[in-house]
């Protein structure tokens, strides 16, 4: 699955960080420490922690609105 969040995320990362809280709200600042290049990483805390699947991620990503 294409993954256009990760341009979006570059300059909105606090704005985004905000709204991923505001869906999984047990996510910590630690679990979605984010550094470009890191996309995938990210991603794989995010699921790891939730549970949710990479998809149901990506698609909560890809709908971000800033």
Known sequence: MSQ???D??????NIAKG???QEWGELTDDDLDYREGQED???GRIQRKTGEDKERIN???NDLKY
């Open 4 to 6: 256009p969040w990760k």
């Open 8 to 13: 979006k995320l570059r300059g909105n990362w």
């Open 19 to 21: 709204k991923i809280k």
């Open 41 to 43: 990483e990210l991603l």
């Open 59 to 61: 698609r909560f990503l």
